[in-house]
């Protein structure tokens, strides 16, 4: 491979391909510049599992700096097998952005729906990204698609994270205090204030909005309360109570 001499890498290649190791012979295919028999054999080992030689593949012709016709040939070989996730993640090599996220977002999976947050973050024309953006909103508020119910809480933080990511404070702050009602009333207090405590080192304290402070004050309350209430300090738990009574509806059954 040092030397990528085309005619030493052929040889090396008929040699691997002739003890059965196919997956092997992809690199000095590249070299000897029979890409397609590369490309064919890179196809026949890679399973749903596993895309090792696809990856090799992509190696050989450069990686990330393969060319863009490459790339799409790849990455529209696994679309055709219906292996979104793959699909996508090539699309976005060939710097197809809406594509990718399309492939994405018809995978649905968790791992799918991040990989089309970071594909949003990382588009660099301006025009274009809040287009991307608007479109995954719609995706994840479920304007696009039925959201299955045990998923909704799921899909709810991820859009926070798009909108935390994309400095969308606003609008990170409405989504927060909504997932930890939600988690307040079908969870538990107690994980809800967690939540809102883990929230608050994603927002930057000057962007915290007075509902945000409000939800997170009353959660924290309730759980103090129940630890004041032990130790029988009335006048620390009239405080308390005067901070939970106006959103006493929302917390459900603790």
């Not at 005619?7 to 997956?23: F, M, P, R, T």
């Not at 993640?89 to 594509?99: G, H, P, Q, V």
């Not at 809102?196 to 759980?223: E, G, I, W």
Request: glycine letters at 4%; a positive charge; one cysteine or more.
């Amino acid at each position: 491979l040092e030397s990528k001499s085309q005619e030493a890498c052929k040889l090396v290649a008929n040699h691997l391909i002739k003890i059965g190791s196919q997956a092997k012979a992809i690199s000095f295919l590249v070299y000897s510049r029979h890409s397609k028999e590369a490309f064919r054999i890179a196809k026949e080992n890679s399973t749903s599992n596993n895309i090792d030689a696809m990856n090799e593949y992509t190696k050989a012709l450069g990686g990330d700096n393969a060319s863009e016709t490459e790339l799409l040939e790849i990455a529209q070989y696994f679309e055709e097998q219906g292996r979104l996730l793959n699909a996508g993640s090539y699309y976005l090599k060939a710097k197809k952005n809406k594509t990718a996220i399309d492939k994405f977002l018809q995978d649905g999976s968790n791992q799918a729906i991040t990989l089309a947050i970071d594909a949003v973050v990382y588009e660099s024309n301006k025009q274009s990204k809040n287009i991307l953006k608007r479109h995954l909103v719609s995706y994840l508020n479920g304007d696009l698609i039925s959201i299955d119910p045990s998923r909704k809480s799921e899909f709810h933080e991820q859009l926070l994270n798009l909108y935390i990511l994309c400095q969308d404070y606003r609008e990170a702050n409405y989504v927060a205090v909504l997932i930890a009602w939600h988690k307040c009333s079908s969870v538990s207090i107690i994980m809800a204030r967690n939540f809102m405590l883990s929230v608050c080192n994603k927002l930057p304290a000057d962007s915290r909005t007075a509902d945000f402070h409000n939800c997170l004050y009353s959660l924290q309350s309730y759980c103090l309360i129940k630890i004041w209430s032990k130790i029988d300090s009335n006048k620390t738990c009239h405080l308390l109570n005067d901070r939970i009574l106006p959103n006493l509806s929302k917390f459900g059954t603790p």
